[in-house]
């Protein structure tokens, strides 16, 4: 059997000249490599262990009938995907529905086992207008800009490996209460469950002590990333920076406000802006503990690979998150299969991070 570098896995779309612009970015993307292009849902076993290529074609609907069933196929097969690696390339006619496509097929994908590259997503809206700074930088114009993140997209899927470390960190933050927090029960139990082998720091952002990003014109929150801080100083500079440098890991640890993440915890991810100016997170990896009171938690795990794997480039492992639902204080703890899981969820961040 002759060995493919890539495993391209791209819908069929409803109407045949939905997927013209995508063909054309295809082509100039893999230009030179052998892979193998898979269009059905059907097609979509034996792939554990490859490294593979979501492009999806949305047209002027947001929608796609084949990839709903790939959809269903990866909700129903949670090893599907097992030890696979992706990135995505969704393009649409319109400015709505390529996000949030891509952060529903992540999930997914993740649940069954795959992992993302830190800012695995390239999306082509209609106009392709959220091309144009990059088109502005490469002195090119939105299709060529395009074209050049797709092909950078494929040979960052083909060359980069996530490296596993002797005495990994793990940054925990959160926004609770020890005293009556699912979610800190959980982290509690994970963190008894690691054994040796990290060094774990954990950061409470609770009211009072996180500032809101406040939106400061470009150059200035250039200038002081650079400088390795924060126009508005205070715990982000001090503790989380410099932690976040360090770290190997990052736990977020999310009660579902509202099927939205927690004030402070949103406000941490949009003053990572400053640092994200002058550093990449390519090398650290994003794990999550979500609890909701009632349900929606698949939307906040959503929200965190949006916003730290797609925008901030944090690599997303297989199964990054952990999600359950609890109310009344403790009752985590009591879920049926809980222990099961957080064996899993901890044998799995340990799988991750820490060198054999």
């Known amino acids: ?156 899927l083909e060359e980069e490996s996530f490296s596993r470390q002797e005495q990994p960190e793990l940054l925990v933050l959160h926004a609770s209460s020890h005293h009556t927090s699912n979610t800190m029960g959980l982290w509690e139990q994970v963190r008894s469950r690691l054994g040796g082998g990290f060094t774990v720091t954990e950061i409470g952002l609770r009211n009072g002590t996180l500032s809101d990003c406040s939106g400061c014109p470009y150059t200035m929150c250039l200038h002081f990333g650079e400088k390795g801080g924060c126009f508005y100083g205070g715990l982000m500079q001090e503790e989380v920076y410099p932690a976040v440098r360090r770290c190997a890991g990052l736990v977020m640890l999310c009660p579902n406000y509202n099927d939205a993440l927690s004030a402070n915890l ?44 797609m925008n901030k480039s944090f690599y997303l492992p297989g199964r990054f998150t952990l999600t359950e639902t609890a109310n009344d204080p403790g009752e985590a703890l009591t879920l049926p299969g809980i222990q099961d899981r957080l064996d899993q969820f901890a044998a799995n961040l340990r799988s991750i991070l820490l060198a054999p």
């Open 266 to 309: 949103t406000a941490f991810i949009n003053r990572l802006t400053a640092l994200f100016r002058q550093t990449r997170f390519y090398d650290k990896a994003l794990f999550a503990l979500v609890v909701s009171g009632y349900s929606g938690g698949d939307i906040v795990a959503r929200q965190l690979i949006s916003a730290l794997n």
């Open 1 to 156: 059997m002759t060995w493919m570098s890539l495993t391209v896995i791209y819908p069929i779309p409803d109407v045949g000249w939905a997927d013209q612009r995508l063909n054309g970015i295809l082509k100039h993307a893999l230009a030179g490599r052998q892979v193998r292009v898979l269009r059905r849902a059907e097609e979509l076993e034996g792939l554990a262990g490859q490294k593979l290529l979501f492009a999806l074609p949305l047209g002027d609907t947001g929608t796609n009938l084949e990839y709903v069933k790939m959809l269903s196929l990866l909700r129903r097969r949670p090893k599907l995907l097992e030890g696979c690696t992706a990135g995505l390339i969704v393009d649409g006619a319109t400015p709505l529905y390529t996000k949030s496509a891509a952060s529903e097929l992540v999930l997914a994908a993740n649940l069954a086992g795959c992992a993302f590259l830190g800012r695995p997503l390239v999306e082509g809206t209609g106009s392709l207008v959220n091309f144009r700074i990059q088109a502005k930088n490469l002195n090119t114009d939105l299709m060529g800009a395009y074209r050049s993140a797709a092909r950078d997209l494929v040979r960052r």
